[in-house]
């Protein structure tokens, strides 16, 4: 199973030697962890009876911070993030409040184990798959597809992301649909 998760290369906006796409604002609507707002918060981490359900089968109090959050992000990107608590305080203390009984929440950090498994449980709860070789593979043809249409960078990668969210697959990292749509317009 691929890593679904951020890695560092995918924090910040890739360098200038790649194909830039999008401008830094819409690299961070899709790409980086969200910063939710009170009312942000009230929407991406309500639970359905499902996703309450789940959450009581975790054990300890980091593990469903952990979860809670990863699945509110999803909800608001269809990505998963690697979190450092104080990055992401105001949401822990939120999270502390509204399900966890106020409970003090110093560290967040899980195993990967634990971590590849709220991964496969969040995509249960929305019926997404990884970006796997296959669907790779499919994205190649879809990229080559829209760049017969237009030539324009931005086309094809608002193509493929538009794509990935109706099959309900996981948005790759950046710098893979960067070199996916420059590939798709230099054939």
Known sequence: ?????????????????????????????????????????????????????????????????HFLLQLGYFRARQRFFRVEAESVRDDIEYLSRRYLDDAIVADIS???????????????????????????????????SAARISSRPLYVLRDLVDHMRHKRIVLPGYTYLQNLVRRALTL
């Open 1 to 65: 199973m691929p890593d679904p998760v951020d890695t560092n290369e995918d924090i910040l906006l890739p360098q200038s030697d790649r194909l830039q796409i999008l401008s830094p604002e819409e690299y961070e609507l899709l790409w980086v962890v969200p910063r939710f707002s009170q009312y942000d918060r009230d929407l991406f981490f309500a639970l359905t009876a499902r996703e309450r359900h789940t959450l009581v089968r975790l054990r300890t109090v980091r593990t469903r911070v």
């Open 110 to 144: 899980v195993s990967d184990h634990t971590r590849k498994h709220h991964v496969e449980l969040i995509l249960r709860l929305f019926r997404y798959r990884l970006c796997e070789q296959d669907r790779r593979l499919q994205l190649e043809e879809r990229a080559l």
